[in-house]
DNA sequence: CCTGAATCCGAATATTGATTCGGATTCAGC
DNA sequence: GCTGAATCCGAATCAATATTCGGATTCAGG
């Protein structure tokens, strides 16, 4: 991983994971600037030389940290994606399932898009870790929903279905960021309003 | 207005003058925290000490360039609305000025959004102006949008209205910070998605 | 002009936090 | 155990900036 040197003791491999975890924690309810190495250090046990032992600097932390979060999404999603019950699934079944794991996936990871979006550069740094979410999330559902919208005919490109992600997308990053409501990260009908969008974007019979 | 120390003579009026204008450029590619009060004294031709004959601190300076950004964003909506043509639009053409007005707005005050959203804290302020914009025109839209569903056999509630502008918002506030794709800030079809969008959403015929 | 108040100047202060580095400690292999 | 390498420690360094403040300058009213 880019700025982490690898570890050749078990020693600095559990170090790694104790950085990580701590700046993990601290994401929860601070931004990058936010959270001082020192803090971190001390959390996890350790020394600032040791941090600095384990990672170039500030920013390759926050890079490792980002990596990781976004592989168990992306991993989650596959699995969720790969259920037979979902794969059996009516389309209007399916992209409920679509809006309440992005919703599980936001809560989840709060801190996590909050701390990522104010880091975000400008203009906006076209490798960071949550784009690439995105964008392999919206693919993903992509490949299950064309077929399925091709069979009911109404055939959809690729890009129309990201596009119809990238509302639900945005709703809930500035959810997470400027909460303008009405709908709220944690409101009741968030989920019915997001199903609501998708089945009409996608024109798809809202049951 | 609040950490403004209000001025006696034309001078300060100037200075003040001055150092909004200086701020408001620095924001189209800076963040609150990536602007120094020195770099804004001196892009004024002022010092720091005037800066803070004027601006209780930075914090109070940022508020005051949002409210005057958000307020003169606030009028120009205004004036849009009560054109007259707009009120003998159809339906689907109302949703497209709306739509069309926002992304202008996006436009032309992208480094704004950036800044702002940038400086959100965590959870977000109540009372910050960007958060009151976005309130005040949803509400300004619901209010021309009420009557005309009503009148073509669909009512809305005003929160129905609000959440479908909601998405619209999120998106552009996402394309301001993280630029996901597919559609971008300057995407030529990005209006025609926008008020696809509003259209489906409201249940209003796609021409 | 005079004069007190308003305003401006910019060097000095204060804080914060990332990063460095020399020395101590612990490991893995012999 | 012994030894060189890996790792860790944490005080010192360095840089960036918001904010203060004492003194200089400019205004407005008489």
């Known amino acids: 991983m880019r700025g982490v040197t690898p570890h050749q003791q078990a020693r600095s491999e559990a170090t790694f994971q104790a950085l990580i975890a701590a700046g993990r924690k601290a994401l929860e309810d601070k931004t990058f600037d936010q959270m001082a190495i020192g803090d971190i250090a001390r959390a996890a046990g350790l020394s600032v030389g040791a941090f600095y032992g384990r990672f170039e600097n500030k ?4 890079l490792a940290i980002q990596d990781i979060a976004v592989s168990e999404i992306e991993e989650s999603l596959r699995r969720r994606l790969s259920d037979a019950a979902l794969r059996a699934a009516s389309d209007a079944e399916f992209l409920a399932a679509v809006a309440g794991f992005s919703i599980g996936v936001f809560r989840k990871h709060r801190g996590f898009y909050f701390a990522s979006s104010k880091h975000s550069s400008m203009p906006p740094d076209r490798w960071s870790p949550v784009r690439r979410l995105g964008f392999n999330v919206s693919g993903l559902v992509a490949a299950e929903l064309m077929p399925r919208l091709a069979r009911l005919g109404r055939p959809a490109t690729e890009r129309e279905i990201r596009i119809g992600m990238q509302f639900m997308n945005g709703l809930l990053v ?26 009409c974007f996608f024109g798809i019979d809202h049951e």
Chains 1, 2 share one sequence.
């Open 174 to 199: 500035n959810a997470v960021l400027n909460d303008p409501g009405p709908l709220r990260l944690d409101s009741r009908d968030l989920e019915r309003y997001l199903v609501r969008h998708l089945c």
């Open 59 to 62: 920013e390759a932390f926050f």
